[in-house]
């Protein structure tokens, strides 16, 4: 249990909008000191001006999560300012969407560096330097919180290289919860499955690098993102709420955080179609409209 996060340290990757930025609010009142890593420079100079002039010491480091070279500059950093950190969110995440025959080398190669390989490299940079720091110090308690979605214990349609990155995210963290448990009982894990939240994730886009360029969207790829955004742009809870519930969660070990606790039924009968060995169950089965929809757009 971990109730006091006055002087800890906590590593924010995506820290610049969204849930990590709302993250770093909380951790500013909470009197943390705080390390923003964000790939879009502007967005982390305003987000880095607003948390320190909530009174935090601030790092505010520039990266691309999914280069490794990156993220261990950035461990480099937190360890010569602050020293081990206490807390490390791997929070950084794009969204796409579309037909999964349609994603390109380009798509997955994005989406699957930074979903997946973003969070893999935060865990093997900061784990092993917080393993040490509670070695030294029995008082030492540190968490580690990894961004998946309700993506990742589903599969939704049209949205297919999305979920295989989000359930890699899981996937990591139920094993880092179970690894972490072999070695100390002084660092714990949570995974965080949230649901449509309005959190600028639906354009990620304008931070596709260079290298990864996109090809020219296809009919599919626009309805997702036609769909997402309206999703998302519905969201009823914020990301501030969501950050509160990280949080939360921290200070009560808990290893599943989600937005939405009633979209769980829905995983429920995933579980069940996998048990039973059933096939997939209609994922427009509560709205059919939505299917309905869905199909005559794709088809049209």
Not at 53 to 62: E, Q, Y
Not at 88 to 93: D, E, I, L, M
Request: with cysteine; glycine share 8%; hydrophobic share 45%.
């Amino acid at each position: 249990m971990i109730t006091d996060f006055k002087n800890k340290t906590a590593v924010l990757t995506g820290a610049a909008s969204g849930f990590g930025l709302e993250c770093a609010r909380i951790g500013a009142r909470l009197g943390m000191n705080l390390v923003l890593a964000d790939v879009q420079q502007d967005a982390l100079d305003k987000a880095a001006a607003e948390i320190q002039a909530l009174g935090a010491p601030v790092l505010a480091f520039k990266l691309d999560v999914s280069k490794a070279a990156e993220v261990e500059a950035l461990g480099q950093a937190v360890l010569a300012r602050f020293g081990a950190p206490h807390f490390v969110f791997n929070n950084a995440g794009v969204g796409a969407g579309g037909l999964i025959w349609e994603n390109t080398v380009q798509d997955w190669e994005w989406v699957i560096g930074v979903n997946l390989m973003g969070v893999a490299h935060g865990v093997r940079v900061f784990t092993p330097m917080m393993l040490e720091a509670a070695a030294k110090d029995p008082a030492y308690q540190g968490h580690i919180v990894n961004t998946a979605s309700m993506a990742g214990l589903l599969n939704a349609p049209n949205m297919g290289i999305y979920g295989a990155s989000k359930h890699a995210v899981v996937s990591i963290s139920e094993t880092l919860y179970q690894d972490l448990a072999l070695v100390t009982t002084q660092i714990g894990a949570s995974v965080l499955c949230p649901f449509f939240v309005p959190t600028g994730i639906t354009h990620s886009e304008r931070n596709r690098p260079a290298n990864t360029p996109a090809a020219k969207p296809t009919r599919s790829q626009l309805i997702g993102q036609a769909m997402s955004d309206k999703a998302v742009g519905s969201g009823k809870v914020s990301a501030a709420e969501v950050a509160q519930k990280v949080f939360d969660a921290i200070a009560a070990n808990q290893f599943y955080i989600y937005s939405h606790p009633k979209a769980i039924a829905t995983v429920q009968t995933r579980m069940e179609d996998i048990m039973l060995a059933r096939n997939p169950t209609d994922p427009f089965a509560h709205k059919p409209e939505l299917g309905v929809e869905l199909r005559r757009a794709l088809r049209g």
